[in-house]
């Protein structure tokens, strides 16, 4: 995984459950067949183990993953929840970075307060106490 193209993770990474759902599969599974049949407990041990390995290997992945998007600025990498859990955990400064070179006009009213009341109807037309038009 450490040398393959990231392309090519990117690509099977949908093969491959969240490590969340893997390992909650491996602990029922383990619990299971440890009531069942304890002399396999210690299998079941081993299968976590293996488990919690692929758990690592998925953050390896991810950070990889991440520092790709980083360096690429190419957010389509990333699945929907990567790129919100990326954005939840970064500091505002590291967001607001992408916009360091973006320029903002400033802001401006492109119409007046005359302007405003020109359009509104006359006061004088409601009566008190009705509800406006519409309502």
């Known amino acids: 995984m450490r040398s393959r193209p990231i392309e ?4 099977e990474r949908h093969h491959h459950q969240s490590k969340a759902v893997l390992l ?13 049949f304890p002399p396999l407990r210690a299998s079941g041990t081993r299968l976590i183990d293996e488990a919690l390995r692929y758990s690592a290997a998925v953050d390896e992945f991810s950070d990889r993953l ?12 990333l699945l929907p929840e990567q790129y919100l ?9 590291s ?22 009341l020109l359009a ?3 006061a004088a037309a409601r009566t008190a106490g009705a509800a406006p038009a519409g309502s």
Request: overall charge negative.
């Open 66 to 77: 991440l520092q790709q998007v980083r360096a690429r600025r190419d957010f389509s990498m």
């Open 85 to 93: 859990s990326a954005a939840l955990g970064a500091p505002v400064d």
């Open 120 to 122: 509104a109807p006359p």
């Open 95 to 116: 967001l607001a970075e992408v916009f360091a070179a973006t320029v903002f006009d400033p802001a401006s009213v492109e119409i007046t307060a005359a302007q405003v």
């Open 8 to 11: 090519e993770l990117v690509g």
């Open 24 to 36: 909650d599969h491996a602990r029922q599974l383990v619990k299971a067949v440890s009531n069942r």
